[in-house]
C-alpha cells in the first residue's frame, strides 16, 4: 500500500504531466524543413510486363535517381487490387497511395514533378 509521500509525488507528476501536454513544454507541431524533406514516399507501379509498362519503371527509376532519392519502388501485380485504387488501363503510378497517372507513360520531368508536389515542394515558381 503506499504512503501519502508516495501518493503526494504521483499527483504532483501527473499535474505536471497534464500541464505540459502531449507533447511536453518544448515540442511543437510544426515539422523542421529538413525532417519535412526526407520524409518517406510510397512509390508505387501497376505493370504487368508489356512495353509501356517497362518504360514507366525506367522513367521513375531515371526521375529518382536524377533527383537522389533512394527509394524503393513496388511494383503491384494484383489486378483486383488495382481495380479497388480505381485503375483502368495500365500502367499506372501511385505516389502515397494517390493514382498520379494511368494509361500513358511521363517522361521523366513529368515524375519529377509528381514527386516534388508529393514532397509538398513548390516545382513552378511562377505562382509567387
Given at each position: 500500500?503506499?504512503?501519502d509521500?508516495?501518493?503526494?509525488?504521483?499527483?504532483?507528476?501527473?499535474?505536471?504531466?497534464?500541464?505540459?501536454?502531449?507533447?511536453?513544454?518544448?515540442?511543437?507541431?510544426?515539422?523542421?524543413?529538413?525532417?519535412?524533406?526526407?520524409?518517406?514516399?510510397?512509390?508505387?507501379?501497376?505493370?504487368?510486363?508489356?512495353?509501356?509498362?517497362?518504360?514507366?519503371?525506367s522513367?521513375?527509376?531515371?526521375?529518382?535517381?536524377?533527383?537522389?532519392?533512394?527509394?524503393?519502388?513496388?511494383?503491384?501485380?494484383?489486378?483486383?487490387?488495382?481495380?479497388?485504387?480505381?485503375?483502368?488501363?495500365?500502367?499506372?503510378?501511385?505516389?502515397?497511395?494517390?493514382?498520379?497517372?494511368?494509361?500513358?507513360?511521363?517522361s521523366?520531368?513529368?515524375?519529377?514533378?509528381?514527386?516534388?508536389?508529393?514532397?509538398?515542394?513548390?516545382?513552378?515558381?511562377?505562382?509567387?
Amino acid at each position: 500500500m503506499l504512503d501519502d509521500a508516495d501518493m503526494q509525488e504521483r499527483d504532483g507528476s501527473k499535474r505536471q504531466r497534464d500541464r505540459t501536454g502531449l507533447f511536453g513544454a518544448n515540442q511543437s507541431f510544426i515539422i523542421p524543413r529538413r525532417q519535412f524533406l526526407r520524409m518517406s514516399l510510397k512509390i508505387e507501379l501497376f505493370a504487368l510486363g508489356c512495353a509501356k509498362c517497362r518504360l514507366i519503371e525506367s522513367a521513375t527509376h531515371a526521375a529518382l535517381e536524377e533527383m537522389g532519392l533512394n527509394i524503393d519502388v513496388d511494383k503491384l501485380q494484383d489486378t483486383e487490387e488495382a481495380k479497388r485504387r480505381g485503375v483502368t488501363t495500365q500502367p499506372a503510378l501511385f505516389i502515397n497511395g494517390k493514382l498520379m497517372v494511368q494509361g500513358r507513360v511521363p517522361s521523366i520531368d513529368e515524375i519529377k514533378d509528381m514527386i516534388n508536389r508529393s514532397r509538398g515542394l513548390v516545382t513552378d515558381y511562377r505562382v509567387f
